[in-house]
């Protein structure tokens, strides 16, 4: 079995087969799942940080998730501050992208991507956002900031 270079899922394909469940998911997610925006981006957000070589490139693509991410685990993860966060990222703030973990987190979409209903998606979505910002811990920090800046 070949190993996703992101998240570390065990998948065949590696890094596309993972990228591939995720897709798939997604089509999943957006027309059976989710009961809201807020949930859909969190799945985005929280998929991004486990594979930040592909989606976390720039110190705009990291705020724009870890701040999606802390939003939601720290913030209970209202529609309104995650319109807030995008239009803070939209008049391009001066930010300094840190250093990222080396691990991204325990769970990986195929913890949420196998789920049944809408209940068990929101709870496995849930520990799957708390594992991937528990390895983000050492960015907690600059999350807040960055939260605080964009909803003040």
């Not at 969190?42 to 989606?55: A, I, S």
């Not at 809408?118 to 960055?146: F, K, M, N, P, Q």
């Amino acid at each position: 079995m070949d190993v996703c270079e992101g998240c570390g899922l065990h998948i065949a394909g590696g890094t596309a087969g993972c990228q591939a469940m995720f897709d798939a998911f997604r089509a999943r997610e957006m027309s059976e799942l989710a009961p809201s925006y807020a949930s859909t981006r969190l799945t985005v957000d929280v998929y991004c940080l486990q594979h930040p070589d592909r989606y976390c490139i720039s110190a705009k693509s990291l705020a724009a998730h870890l701040t999606g991410v802390g939003w939601a685990v720290e913030r209970a993860g209202g529609e309104w501050g995650l319109r807030k966060l995008q239009r803070w990222l939209d008049t391009g703030p001066k930010l300094e992208k840190p250093a990222l973990p080396a691990g991204h987190g325990a769970l990986t979409i195929a913890d949420v991507a196998s789920t049944a209903d809408t209940d068990a998606y929101i709870g496995a979505l849930d520990r799957w956002a708390r594992s991937t910002w528990a390895a983000y811990s050492e960015l907690h920090d600059v999350a807040a900031r960055w939260i605080e800046a964009a909803v003040a």
